[in-house]
Every structure is written in structure tokens, then in C-alpha cells.
């Protein structure tokens, strides 16, 4: 029976006056249908001709979500990526110019303000995360992307002109705001444009839009070795992503999802037959109308579900994983590079840091590469153990009494790995939130 290995179902609809028939042999000649020899009260049947095919010819050719593939959908996702680029701009635009600023502008030496100044922008993209649910809801994905450029554009622009150090905490407290409205409103608008079946991949872009800004960031920020004043120019640049952010939405579409709940039938059927494909359009609008039919079938749910089975182990672990990635160091890594360089001898600090900012792009494209073959969970141990190895090795050049050189040549070679393993890890997480429910 070994020949049958392949068979994925046979089967037969016989009728017999007499009860009980058995199966006798099965054969079959190269290339042709199956002949079962049934025999019914010991008498032999006639021979019956059954079709079987392999296994992957037995299954009907199932259709693409997408007849277009990942082209329609890609122009949308490259202009709403664009505020990762904002993002991962604002992470590394202090990383070299923090010296002459905090020298212009009078902190000079200040460790404290120096972090505030570098990190304020995060405090202010906590409450713009806050409000972003709010606005996507009522005024959609498209018309959120521009109005969100307000405060990108603004807040550049302020930090670019400051003269004080208030005027250059609130320009970064607003660009904080427009950054926090993006990290919730990105993924979501990605995953309701994209066809299922490219989720994954165009939701990278996320992760590769934020490497980029770093690294162009870093690179920019090498003049600033030599000329105190260039750390507005940097400023200035920023606010250039968010006028094309704010022009490229004018372009893109708006989420079916949210049209459909909006009640724009006509125009969520014609943004999925333009991106997923015409045979899309009424299960897409179905599903739609579906959920949000159900949007409020859950209000007796309460928060504390989550801690009770079987969400409480899941939960657990995925805060965890959150919880300790932002703890492992990666915002030291990105904000201070350039001074940690500065401060064990190395030459230029900032060409030091840009290779930072290119080994977290390296991480994001070896997730990107591994992350369909090797799977998650060995991607994420192994990030982590990068992490801890690379944690060691830091601690080693700092603390133990090794030759100068060695202690500094530990540090960086710790701090790149750690960049790199952490961005690794960062991918993993966006890429896994991007493709739930696949």
C-alpha cells in the first residue's frame, strides 16, 4: 500500500442488492485511474474505475487574495512607512549634535537636561499614542496621516529656531506628539490595505522605515564634528518627511475597513477591487460589515480577563517580552552612542554611531530573511541571547582591570551587538503584531 502514500481521498459510491462488500485489491497502471476490485457475498463485482489524484492536485487551485499581488497595495504602504522614517529620524538626530546644542543653548555639562532634551519626545508620544484610537475612528486613516503632519512639520521646525532651552523641549514635546499618533495609526493602516497574504512583508516596512531614519540621521549628524551649527540644519531636514507624508496621503486611500464602518460601501468595494483584487470585493464587505456589526457585542468583557485563563498566560508573555526589550538598553544605545564612543577614545564618535544605525538595519533584514524559515521563537531566544552576550561584553570593558584598549574595543564591539540584536528583536515583535490573525 506504500504506492498510496500519495492518495489524498478516494471515493466510492456503490450500490449492491446483497449486503457487506469487501474491498479486495487496488490497483493501478502509470498514469491512470485506480481500479478497486470489490467483492460483495463471495462473488466478485464488477471492477470499479476511481480517480485519484496527489495530493496537491486533489485540492482546487485556491485563488490569491490578491490577483494583483503586492504592487497595488505598495505605494500606499511606502507613504504611510514614511512616518517610521519621521520616528527613527527623531531617535538619532541628537545623537551626535547633543554637545553643541547643550553648548549653544546653555546646558552645557548638564547630564540631566541633556537626557530630557534627547528623550522628551518620547513623553509626548506617549499621550499622542494615547489619543490616536480616537481620531482614527472618527476621521479615518488618511485625513489622521495629515493633520498628524501638523506637529511633525511644527515641531521640527521650533527645534530647528530655538534659542532656549524651553523652546527646544517643546519643539521636540510636539514632534513627540505627531510620533505617537503614527506608532498606533502605521501598523493599523498597513494592515488594513495590505492583502492578507503580503501582510507580513509590507508591514516590514515599518521596522525598515525606522532603520533608515536612524541611519540617515546618524549620517547626517557627522558634520556636526566639526560645525556647531549644523545640528539645525539636521532639524530643519525633518520637517521634509512630513509635507511628503502629508502631500502622499492626498494619493493614497483610506482603509475599507474604516469606510465601510463610516458607511462608504461604494468606496471601501472600489478601494478592495483596486487592491485585492474584483473576486474580493463582497467577502471583503461582508467581513466588514460583520465586525463591526459585533463592535459592541463585547462590553461586558473586563481588563481583568486577561489575567485569568487562558489569556493570562499568553498576556504574560508577550508583556514580558515588551517589558524587557525596552529595558534592555536599546534607547542608550541610539540616543548616546556618539558621546559612549566620545568618551572611550574612539576618533569620530559619530561615524562610529552610524555603523550602530547600520547594523540595526542588518538585524531588521536578517529577521526579514530567517523569519519564514526559521520561525519566531528561535529568532527571539537567539536576539535575546545576542543581547546578553553583548550586555557581557560592556560590562567586561567597563568593570574588569583589562588592558585600556581591550576594555574600550569590548565596549564597542558589546554596544554594536546589542544594537543589531535588539532591532532583531524589535522586528520580530512588529512583524508577529502586524500578522495576527492570519
Not at 499614542?129 to 475612528?137: G, R, V
Not at 469606510?259 to 483596486?274: F, H, M, P, Q, S
Amino acid at each position: 500500500m506504500n504506492s498510496l502514500n500519495f492518495v489524498s481521498a478516494a471515493i466510492v459510491s456503490v450500490h449492491y442488492s446483497e449486503p457487506s462488500p469487501k474491498l479486495v485489491s487496488i490497483s493501478r497502471a502509470r498514469d491512470k485511474p485506480y481500479t478497486l476490485v470489490i467483492r460483495s457475498s463471495g462473488h466478485l463485482s464488477n471492477k470499479l474505475k476511481v480517480s485519484a489524484l496527489k495530493s496537491n492536485e486533489t485540492k482546487p487551485k485556491q485563488f490569491s487574495l490578491c490577483q494583483n499581488g503586492w504592487l497595488p497595495a505598495f505605494p500606499h504602504v511606502l507613504v504611510a512607512s514614511m512616518s517610521n522614517f519621521i520616528f527613527g529620524y527623531h531617535i538619532g538626530v541628537m545623537n551626535g549634535p547633543i554637545v553643541s546644542i547643550a553648548r549653544e543653548l546653555g546646558f552645557e555639562g548638564n547630564s540631566f537636561i541633556e537626557g530630557l532634551v534627547v528623550s522628551i519626545f518620547i513623553a509626548g508620544a506617549f499621550i499622542g499614542s494615547i489619543s490616536s484610537a480616537s481620531l482614527l475612528d472618527r476621521l479615518g486613516s488618511r485625513l489622521t496621516f495629515q493633520i498628524n503632519s501638523i506637529p511633525l512639520i511644527l515641531g521640527a521646525i521650533i527645534s530647528a529656531q530655538a534659542h532656549s532651552l524651553n523652546e527646544i523641549i517643546g519643539g521636540r514635546f510636539l514632534v513627540g506628539l505627531g510620533i505617537g499618533v503614527n506608532t498606533v495609526l502605521v501598523p493599523i493602516y498597513i494592515s488594513e490595505v495590505a492583502p492578507t497574504k503580503y501582510r507580513g512583508a509590507l508591514g516590514s516596512l515599518c521596522q525598515i522605515g525606522t532603520c533608515l531614519g536612524i541611519i540617515t540621521s546618524l549620517f547626517l549628524g557627522i558634520p556636526s564634528e566639526n560645525d556647531p551649527h549644523w545640528w539645525r540644519t539636521m532639524l530643519y531636514i525633518a520637517s521634509i518627511p512630513g509635507i511628503l507624508v502629508a502631500l502622499g496621503m492626498q494619493f493614497a486611500v483610506d482603509s475599507p475597513r474604516w469606510l465601510c464602518k463610516a458607511g462608504r460601501i461604494n468606496d471601501a468595494k472600489t478601494v478592495v477591487r483596486e487592491l485585492w483584487g474584483a473576486s474580493e470585493v463582497d467577502s471583503a464587505i461582508e467581513e466588514f460589515q460583520s465586525v463591526s456589526k459585533n463592535d459592541g457585542s463585547d462590553l461586558a468583557s473586563r481588563w481583568s480577563e486577561i489575567l485569568e485563563e487562558p489569556h493570562s498566560r499568553v498576556a504574560f508573555i508577550g508583556g514580558t517580552l515588551f517589558v524587557l526589550q525596552q529595558f534592555a538598553g536599546i534607547n542608550g544605545v541610539l540616543y548616546f552612542s556618539s558621546l559612549t564612543f566620545q568618551k572611550v577614545g574612539v576618533e569620530s564618535s559619530a561615524l562610529a554611531s552610524l555603523f550602530v544605525g547600520l547594523t540595526n538595519f542588518a538585524g531588521a533584514l536578517c529577521a526579514l530573511y530567517l523569519i519564514d524559515r526559521e520561525g519566531r521563537q528561535k529568532l527571539l531566544i537567539g536576539s535575546y541571547l545576542g543581547m546578553a552576550i553583548s550586555m557581557f561584553l560592556v560590562a567586561s570593558g567597563i568593570i574588569f582591570p583589562l588592558d585600556e584598549q581591550l576594555g574600550n574595543n569590548l565596549s564597542i564591539l558589546g554596544t554594536i551587538m546589542r544594537s543589531s540584536s535588539i532591532h532583531l528583536t524589535s522586528y520580530l515583535m512588529v512583524w508577529i503584531n502586524s500578522t495576527r490573525g492570519e
